[in-house]
Each structure stands twice: as C-alpha cells, then as structure tokens.
C-alpha cells in the first residue's frame, strides 16, 4: 500500500471521469485503483447510475420549459401546394348564355359595314353576318387559335400557392398556467437531483467505511494468526523439552488452522464490500479497488433536536422537491381554470397565387384598313403579372369553450384533488425528517458511548492477554487460558472497530437527515 503508483491511477481516474464520462475512464485491466473517502464521494456524486438518472430527469425538466415557452412565442409557418387541374366545370354549360358572345360578333359585323359604307371607298362593301365571321375565323386559325370550341375556355392546369402563417397568443390562462407549471417541475428535478446525490454519498460513505472496518477487522484477525504462529513455537519447543505434553501442541496448532480460515474468509469478506462500493461509484467490473484510510474516532458536538430539525427543514431536497411537485399540483389546477376562460390569438397570413395555363399565348385583335380582320399573338411568362397575385390578411381570433359536457368541472375537481394530496405528501415528509433527525441522534449519542466503553474494553484484554502469557511462562495458566485471553482481545478490538465503525455511519445518516452532505472524516 505504500507503492504511490496506486494513488496516481487514483487522481487520473477522477480526472479522466470527470472529463471524458464513463466510456473511457477506466484505467488498464489489472491495475490497482485506490481510493479515499473524498474521491470515492466525488465518483459517487458523478457516476453513480442514479445520479445520472436523475441528471437527465433535470435535462427533461429544462426541455419542458423549453416547450411551454414555445406555446406563447409567435408561430410561423410556410406551406407551398401544387394543383394539377385535368377537367374544369364550364360555368355556361347547359345554358343559352354562349348567345351572349355571338351578339359581339355581331356588334363587330355592324361597325365593319358601317365604316364600309361611310369611307367614300368603292373598294370596300358591306358583307354578310356569316361571312364576317367565317373571315374571323380564318384569321384565328391562321394565327394558330383552336376555333373548334372543342376546349373549356375556362380551364387553368397549373395552380400554385406558397403561404406565411402567424399567430401569436395574446390572452390564454391555460397556456401561461402550464408556463408556470414548466417551471415548477424544473424546480423539483433540481431537488431530485441533489436528493439523489445526497443519498448516493451517503451509500458509498457507508459502503466505504464499511470496507474499511473489514479491512481494519482482517488486519486484527492476522495480528492473531501471528500470536497463534509464536505460540505454537514457543509450545513446540516446549513439548520438545519435555515441559508441556504433546497435546498442547495439537491444540495450539488447531488454534492457528482456525484462526488462518478466519484471515481467509474475512479477505473474501472484505472483496465483497469492495465489489458493493466499486458498484456505487460506477467503476468498470474488471477494475480492482482498495480503500485508503482508518477508522478513527472523532468526537463531535451534537445539536440539540429543535435545531437540527430546523436545519433540516431548511437544507433537505427531498422536502424541497416535495413543495416544488405541490407547487406543480397547484398550477395545473390554475390551468384546468383557466379552460373556463377564453383564447385571443393574433393571426396574420401571406400567401403567393398562381394560375398558369399551359397555353400562356393570348391572341388580340388589330385590325387595319387593308386587313381589318388582322390579330396579333404574345406568349405571356410563367410569372406574368397576370398568372399571379399577392393575398394578404390579418385577423384576431377568439375561441371559448362555452360548454362541454361539464368536463372542465371534472378536471378542475380533480386537479384540486392532486394538489391537496401534493399538500399532503409535504406533511409526511416532514414528519419523515423529524423522525430521521431524532432517530440520528439518538444514534450518534449512543454510537459516541459505544466507542468510549469499547476503548476501555479492549484496554483491559490487553492487559489480561499480557498478563495470561506471563503468567503461561511461568506455569500459572494453560494454553486455555491464553486462548481465552487471546479471543476476548480479538472480540474487543473488533467491538471497538464496529463502534467507531457505527459512530462514523451514524455520522454520515445524522448530515443526511438535516440536508448536508456528508464530510470525511480527517
């Protein structure tokens, strides 16, 4: 243990989880991590898996808020469709409202003979109604116009639209409710997570000075397998001498095949422990661990019960995380009321239409003195202002719920309920502290006295032990005496360990119960 290599993987250990996570923290198969109580803390408050459960309830507390945010921002949307029109309904179908536009050709007949008779050209005479028009539509067809009338004149294949939706919530209680309710929640993940950091230090602080008194409890046990080796040589030399039978000798070495099994179980004891704290701080399987450190017993002011209770109502997460959730039950309550009231949105919309025939030519009539039935044909762009046009509007809309079944009844009354029983939860947990409070220190005062009645215990074993092996010298006690002296040193060292041991852990529960993580002792 007194290698610095073991310590040195150690802090690269705690650094290298801190920066680069779990995935790549542990050191190489078959090294030696050692740890003291404040690394051990330090993983434990990092690593643990409940720690990191709790770290990504906070993160989904925090996207949450995100998310009733986003329900009172401006929302903007953009759309863009495309309509493809195979048949069009002819509005004139079925109708005589196609005389209509033969009287035009008719008006156009009359003004033509007119300027014919009135323009002093002999050249140039009066004609018939059918042929003006079969001359129109000649012209028409040597332009390239369709004069069948086979076709919908009022079909458009092409329809396009691209839009800009928004809206804005002016005046809505449930969403701003849930607004306040977001943050609530996040209040209390918070809480949970510092809750769950105080329980997993105080998991891996007992789990460490668990190790440590099995590891103080091993090193008594070989203190006395060294005992029981000198005592089986000092017994065969006197079997050997002719002064003691051989009998002692059988027995002091069953002594010592005893007390070896015991080295042996308590070692596998004490691999165990390790395994449970190697777990609570979310170390790899393959990686060995040792503890560095000794039980040592510090004596401590203890506060009195109103105090630490006092403490403790104002340190615990877990009571905070309880008032924080009842302050959640409290706003979904204003939510469901706020379902009673009405919703006022401002709404504002943009959008770009588009027509587009496939044919875009457009034929227009320019007649002259020479041809009077002449006509002229364009073809119009995609984008031509006579395709497309702009629509734009703004409104306020108002939605209220005016009645629905009395479901909102039901829910208010049921939200009234979770909050009293949110209310409730902050009662018990409470009385729960009070309870702890009291229950520590009850066990700090009595684990304190343990310490000091064991320490006087074991001072006393060893002077018997002592006294028993000068006495075994000098033919006063037997090999049962010794053996006695010897288990009844061993029974108060361990009771003197366990007791340090206990004051310790009740140290740590005593920190946890007012709400204060636990500090190692030096």
Request: charged share 20%; hydrophobic share 45%; aromatic share 6%.
């Amino acid at each position: 243990m007194s290698n610095p290599q073991p310590r040195r993987l150690a802090c690269a250990l705690l650094s290298s989880l801190a920066l680069a996570g779990p995935a790549h923290a542990a050191p190489p198969e078959g090294t030696v991590v050692v740890l003291t109580l404040p690394e051990a803390l330090e993983l434990a408050t990092r690593q643990a898996f409940a720690v990191r459960g709790a770290r990504l309830s906070r993160e989904d507390a925090r996207a949450q808020v995100r998310g009733a945010f986003a329900s009172v921002l401006p929302q903007l949307s953009g759309s863009a469709t495309y309509t493809r029109t195979i048949e069009a309904l002819d509005p004139f179908a079925g109708s005589d409202a196609g005389s209509a536009f033969a009287g035009l050709d008719a008006v156009q007949w009359l003004q033509l003979n007119e300027g014919a008779r009135t323009d002093g050209d002999p050249a140039t005479n009066p004609i018939t109604l059918g042929e003006f028009q079969s001359r129109s539509a000649a012209a028409l067809i040597a332009a390239g116009v369709d004069v069948s009338g086979e076709g919908n004149p009022f079909l458009v294949e092409n329809g396009f639209r691209f839009g800009l939706s928004l809206s804005q919530i002016i005046y809505d209680a449930s969403a701003f409710a849930a607004l306040d309710g977001a943050r609530a929640f996040e209040t209390a993940a918070q809480e949970s997570l510092a809750a769950t950091r105080l329980s997993a230090v105080q998991a891996a602080s007992r789990a460490f000075y668990g190790a440590l008194l099995q590891k103080a409890q091993l090193e008594v046990i070989r203190q006395s397998v060294a005992r029981a080796q000198a005592n089986v040589a000092d017994v065969r030399v006197r079997v050997k001498a002719g002064v003691l039978p051989e009998l002692q000798l059988l027995t002091a070495e069953v002594e010592l095949a005893n007390r070896e099994t015991d080295s042996l179980q308590a070692e596998v004891e004490l691999r165990n422990v390790l395994d449970e704290l190697r777990e609570l701080v979310a170390l790899p399987p393959h990686q060995r661990i040792e503890v560095r450190g000794e039980l040592v017993y510090e004596a401590r002011a203890v506060p009195g019960e109103s105090e630490a209770a006092a403490l403790a109502f104002s340190k615990r997460p877990d009571l905070a995380e309880a008032q924080a959730l009842a302050k959640v039950s409290e706003v979904a309550e204003g939510n469901a009321v706020g379902g009673l009231f009405p919703r006022l949105s401002l709404n504002a919309n943009l959008s770009a239409n588009g027509a587009v025939p496939d044919d875009r030519s457009v034929v227009r009539a320019a007649p002259t003195a020479a041809d009077p039935f002449a006509v002229t044909r364009d073809e119009l762009g995609f984008f031509d202002n006579a395709y497309w046009f702009p629509v734009f509007d703004v409104g306020l809309r108002l939605e209220w719920n005016l009645f629905d079944g009395f479901g909102s009844y039901a829910r208010i009354d049921q939200s009234r309920i979770a909050t009293r029983r949110a209310r409730l939860a902050v009662a018990q947990v409470e009385l729960q502290i009070r309870i702890e409070v009291e229950r520590s220190l009850r066990a700090l005062r009595f684990a304190a006295a343990q310490v000091e009645t064991q320490e006087r215990v074991e001072s006393l074993a060893q002077r018997n032990y002592a006294q028993t092996e000068t006495e075994l010298r000098e033919g006063a006690a037997t090999q049962f005496d010794l053996r006695q002296a010897n288990q009844q040193l061993d029974e108060s060292r361990f009771n003197r360990l366990r007791a340090i041991h206990d004051h310790a852990v009740a140290w740590v529960d005593y920190q946890v119960a007012v709400g204060t993580p636990p500090s190692p002792q030096k």
